[in-house]
């Protein structure tokens, strides 16, 4: 009885471990794919605010592209955040949406895929703003942002494979039977080999703990996108990719440092290890470097970020 316990035992371990693996592999692709797609679409905002005209006669047209573009941008993600959720609360922080029109946003609440629909808000006003020279940039190169957005929705496509596909449940159903089925036939083994009744029921603990531990921990992985401790922290997903929108509307953002090149200090391209505050500190007590002035005002991320449901169906 006790080596056909072995053999049971040897079939259920490589059960329960292949299920961890596939487990932990759905946990590790959630991340991975949500923090690819904020890279495609965090770069495409970064581009299209870079391909911007300079001229000081469309700078309010410019101004107001980008804030619509950057408000677009963060309402994409947070729809995306909430295809994937399997959370109770499912409203994320988004960047003021006071300005947009309510028939648009019941179309977005009602539409088959809201991302979808966002994404091809983005892309007329794209195309919108290149043919009024309010982005001023070569077609091809605009292209790559066009990319960027699809490569975007495919990964987002992937992401809800996770959630929509779980465990197949023949699997699920096979590994908790035999669990079960290893629990009584442990206790009745180890009862018949050990005399110590003490002994015995420590070893039947510790036999079933370490396979049920192992099971739990896959039942844990499997649905990344929930409100577990072990499961992905969307809302600070989203919080996160708000700063970084905010930052890049920021003046310091908008054009790269001044810059005073001296042939003789600068031309023999010496290199050191450099503390960036230490040397800010020198700089500002030796009274060697200089500010520049902002032109424009910036954008304040505390002031037009707010925790909205208007997304929420």
């Known amino acids: 009885v006790s080596d056909r316990l072995r053999d049971f035992s040897f079939v259920l371990g490589f059960l329960i471990v292949f299920r961890v693996q596939t487990a932990y592999a759905r946990w590790w692709e ?3 794919l949500l923090q690819q797609l904020r890279g495609e679409w965090f770069n495409s905002f970064s581009s299209l605010l870079a391909f911007c005209n300079n001229d ?7 101004e ?58 983005i892309q007329r006003l794209i195309v919108d703003a290149n043919t009024k020279d309010i982005i001023k940039i070569a077609p091809p190169i605009l292209s790559r942002v066009y990319d960027q957005l699809g490569r975007g929705i495919v990964r ?35 009862a018949s080999k050990i005399d110590s009744a003490a002994i015995g029921a420590g070893f ?17 992985l499997e649905q990344p996108y929930g409100d577990d401790p072990n499961d992905l922290p969307l809302h600070e997903m989203m919080t996160d990719l708000n700063q970084s929108l905010c930052g890049l509307l920021k003046p310091t953002a908008q054009s790269p440092p001044l810059y005073d090149y001296v042939p003789g200090r600068d031309s023999c391209l010496k290199s050191a290890r450099t503390d960036l505050h230490t040397h800010l500190t020198n700089q500002k007590i030796t009274g060697k470097g200089r500010r520049r002035t902002p032109k424009r005002a910036c954008v304040d991320e505390k002031s037009i970020s707010t925790k909205s449901s208007a997304n929420a169906e």
Request: proline share 4%.
């Open 204 to 220: 039947t603990f510790v036999i079933v703990l370490a396979f049920w531990s192992i099971h739990f921990i896959a039942l844990e």
């Open 30 to 32: 959630a991340g991975t």
């Open 156 to 190: 987002l496509n992937n992401a809800r494979k996770i959630r929509q596909f779980p465990i197949p449940f023949p699997l699920a159903q096979m590994v908790a039977l035999m669990l079960l089925m290893h629990l009584v036939v442990t206790v009745f083994v180890t």
């Open 56 to 62: 000081p006669e469309k700078w309010p047209e410019v």
């Open 64 to 121: 107001r592209f980008q804030h619509f573009l950057i408000r677009l941008i963060s309402l994409l993600y947070a729809n995306a955040l909430k295809q994937v959720s399997a959370m109770k609360d499912n409203a994320f922080e988004l960047i003021s949406i006071e300005g947009f029109d309510l028939d648009s946003l019941e179309a977005m609440i009602k539409a088959h895929d809201s991302c979808e629909l966002v994404a091809q808000w």
